[in-house]
């Protein structure tokens, strides 16, 4: 008797084709995440190890999603948005170790799709890309009081630059008062809480975007133009 539940094999004809990136310096990783998509029916196209290959490939291949690890080499969350500005019809779906707040956001923010853990199974993965691809959120259930805390607290905030706006996270926002206030890395690493390298992380990303070659260019940039 037919209930109207799509099978296994329903999922399979209809993942059929779908093509996939996957963006990962851990080999082994990669092969195995190739391996569970491919039994499930989708096609790999490439597989890439650093972001700046990974944009090449999404630029040249538009597969319809490309699996990214924030932490690639050379800057994943970059190749995020680089990748959605240079193939907009592929979607990006982070796949990562890190369970990061503040990558979570930012990802979203640079126009990630969605943002999974590894942790998978094949059989889950491939029915999550699917959904994805079918426009419904790819999100780690774990991930979402991450989310809802930084909506409360204002995740965004809007910088009017005479260049154009940019949109900077709560915590590149958070960072960029401490650097206004003249608070040291360690200080600011300190009073959040975090690795001085994660605040580095930060201030790069935050001057990146405000196009400051320095922090005492961004800290004049945010005092000029930054709302409190």
């Not at 991930?143 to 996270?169: A, C, K, Q, W």
Request: with cysteine; aromatic share 4%; net charge negative.
């Amino acid at each position: 008797m037919d209930d109207g539940k799509p099978t296994r094999g329903d999922a399979a004809s209809t993942v059929e084709h779908l093509s996939v990136l996957i963006a990962d310096d851990d080999v082994a990783f990669r092969a195995a995440t190739r391996r569970a998509l491919e039994e499930d029916g989708l096609v790999v196209v490439s597989e890439v190890g650093d972001a700046a290959t990974a944009i090449s490939a999404a630029t040249r291949l538009r597969p319809d999603i490309c699996l990214i690890e924030v932490e690639l080499p050379g800057d994943g969350m970059n190749a995020i948005g680089r990748i959605t500005k240079a193939a907009p019809k592929s979607l990006v779906v982070v796949l990562s170790r890190s369970d990061r707040p503040e990558d979570v956001v930012a990802a979203f923010t640079r126009g990630a799709s969605g943002y999974l853990l590894k942790g998978l199974t094949g059989e889950r993965l491939a029915a999550t890309l699917l959904a994805a691809h079918q426009g419904e959120p790819a999100l780690s259930r774990s991930l979402v009081p991450y989310l809802v805390d930084e909506i409360r607290r204002g995740s965004v905030r809007r910088v009017v630059l005479p260049s154009g706006s940019v949109t900077l996270t709560a915590r590149e926002w958070e960072v960029g008062e401490l650097l206004r206030e003249g608070y040291s890395t360690a200080d600011i690493a300190e009073r959040l809480g975090v690795s001085p390298v994660t605040v580095r992380r930060h201030v790069g990303l935050l001057l990146n975007k405000l196009g400051a070659e320095s922090r005492e260019a961004g800290v004049e940039l945010l005092n000029s133009y930054g709302r409190r």
